[in-house]
């Protein structure tokens, strides 16, 4: 039998976790991605306790994360006046053996580029090659169509082929292509990253404001000697002609655009307006996901990351899936061989589970607790036990992370995904 060979359509953060779970596991792969040079594109991301797990598995370390951002503390939200709304610890300090890191996503991506080409080899990620679709063979082989930066357009042939090509993925458009359009619910979002100083425990996840109108901040470094972080950020804004506005990606914007949404926005703790105008660049884009689809695979081909489940990043969890579908892939091809039996296998697994979390992070995710808040007081309030009680709060936010597979207690006492020392050939 031939050696098995995966292609892997895409160099974000889901295919390199999965080319680094591939290497350990001593299964070749070619990744192929579309841009000519990878650079630290992005702003913050949070990791969560069960990725990070993972990663640690890979061989990342906690002084590799600490080179791309903190342990987070606290996640908190906070009412329009000022108000609490629900906190909680995040992380070891909640009881979790791994911590959850807010990082910086474009150093987050080529740390793991370079873990990757440093085991593997730099022509196990080749740049300039964008996979534009697939076909089966009779052999049950599989065979990509790859546009090269030259202008030339090959066929790769393997043994699976893996889309991680992000939510305009062209494998996904191959496999589904009646689904529908990109869809985009009507909030449009403006991110920046600010120097200041961080608040609360120094490591806090803050989102502030209502249901229609936010503001998330956290950071994404360690303070310098002046006390000053990188705080990422993210203003929201909730329309209600969704029809009329575009559903592309990051593009450049501009303060003006959206800081008079937050005119008075000023507490003894924040100045939000300062904030936002501390930015050097601005990006926009709307919050957008795609509706599910009923399986991940066709054949030797299956889908992973945002090309299978791009969702709503209210749960700060996409990244943190990508990397649980690459190990979930690994654990299904030790299980049953690199086969396209693997493949369904990871499917039965984790599609019809992730689907309904897409449709949670829809309704808001944990955010929806403001959405609760709303509808029972218009956002108005004294005191918040009034409004929603703390068992109320505390069920609704364990409720998503049972969901979203980060419980604390489900975690901790769970096995590995990939047992230490695990290889296939």
Known sequence: MPTPHIMI??????GLALGLTLQQLGVPCTVFESVRKLKPLGVGINVQPNAIRELYNLGVTEADMDTVGLPA????????????????????????????YAAHRGKLHMMLYRKLTERAGPQAVQLGAKV????????????????HADGSEKLHTGTLLIGADGIHSAVRAQMHPSQPPIRWGGVMMWRGTSR?????????FIGLGTHRQRLVMYPISQPDAKGHADINWIAEITYDDPEQ?????????????????????????LDVPALLGAAEDIYQNPMIDRDPVDTWVDGPVALMGDAAHAMYPTGSNGASQAIMDA????????????????????????CAPISQLVLRNREAGPFGLLNMVNDRCGGKF???????????????????????GFAMEQLNASAPIIPSGSTLL
Request: hydrophobic share 35%.
């Open 9 to 14: 359509a895409g160099a974000g953060i889901g």
């Open 245 to 269: 506005r575009k559903t592309g990606w990051y593009e450049p914007a501009k303060l003006s655009d959206f800081v008079h949404h937050f005119d008075g926005w000023t507490y003894d703790w």
């Open 73 to 100: 503390r606290e996640w908190a939200l906070v009412g329009q006046q000022g108000q609490e709304i629900y906190a909680e610890p995040r992380g070891t300090e909640a009881g979790y053996l791994w911590p959850q």
């Open 196 to 204: 200041s100083t961080p608040l609360r425990t120094g490591s806090s």
């Open 327 to 350: 190990r979930t892939l690994g654990a299904c091809m030790l299980a049953h061989g690199v086969t396209p039996t693997a493949l369904g296998a990871y499917d039965q697994q984790l």
């Open 132 to 147: 534009t679709g697939y076909t089966i063979g009779r052999d049950g082989t599989v065979s990509a169509k790859v546009s």
């Open 382 to 404: 004294t005191d918040i036990d009034d409004v929603v009680p703390e068992p109320e709060r505390a069920a609704f936010m364990a409720g998503y992370k049972s969901a979203a």
